[in-house]
């Protein structure tokens, strides 16, 4: 069972305007959520994280939602850039040392 | 620092053999985990170690072996392949994974696996 899930494969936006990818979680005991970004042939890369004692954390461009209530979590990129155009994989943790991603978003900015 | 290398980069089995991905890294991490990676699936833990002699059961453990003798190194064994097993494999560690922190983990370049 997925327990995180991503349901938009792909997502294409212009350049200058805002990108915003979501993912949904079933698991209620997992209290730490991240994101990551990965290029083509790469690993993946830390982009933010966000405790499940807040709702908002802000890095930059970069802002992660958290609506607990509706097990939802949204990343926000201001203003979006060709460089963001990536695989976008969010991933969720809880206390037993165990992480799970979802399938990834396919970012695509367009200039 | 070199960080998290892989190696190798790319391989092709036959169905039946038995190989070793490696994986080490250089930053004294605690944490090392192994993950594949399916099409429409994401990212999957097999195993992972939260420090050298201890070793533990991810999402997906099953056909795959690991050991943690050093700090460095975490390599994953696959003890007879199967076509199922084809996927690309990342590596990863992190400094310490206690509970609700989930230090940032560094992903290695990963590993492509053919099995025909």
């Known amino acids: 069972d997925q327990q995180v899930k991503q349901n938009s494969p792909s997502l294409s936006v212009q350049e200058g305007r805002i990108s915003i990818l979501n993912c949904d979680y079933t698991n209620s005991m997992f209290d730490y959520f991240l994101w990551y970004k990965k290029y083509p042939a790469e690993g993946p890369t830390f982009l933010i994280s966000i405790s499940s004692i807040k709702d908002k954390n802000e890095d930059g461009r970069f802002t992660v939602f958290l609506n607990k209530s509706a097990k939802h979590l949204s990343l926000h990129i201001v203003p979006s850039q060709p460089g963001d155009s990536a695989v976008y994989f969010c991933a969720a943790s809880a206390q037993n040392n165990d992480m799970r991603f979802g399938a990834g978003t396919r970012l695509t900015v367009k200039p | 620092n070199a960080g998290v290398t892989q190696t190798p980069k790319f391989q092709v089995l036959k169905t039946g053999q038995s190989m070793t991905l490696q994986c080490a890294q250089d930053?004294?991490?605690?944490?090392m985990s192994w993950y594949r990676q399916d099409p429409g699936m994401g990212l999957r833990l097999i195993h992972y170690s939260v420090g050298a002699g201890i070793t533990d059961q991810g999402e997906v453990p099953n056909g795959y072996n690991v050991s943690r003798s050093t700090t460095e190194d975490f390599p994953l064994r696959l003890l007879s392949a199967a076509p199922s097993q084809t996927s690309v494999y990342f590596c990863?560690?992190?400094?310490?994974?206690?509970?609700?922190?989930?230090?940032?983990?560094?992903f290695g370049p990963g590993t492509r696996l053919l099995v025909l």
């Open positions: 930053m004294n991490h605690e944490y």
């Open positions: 990863a560690s992190s400094y310490s994974f206690s509970g609700s922190k989930q230090e940032t983990q560094y």
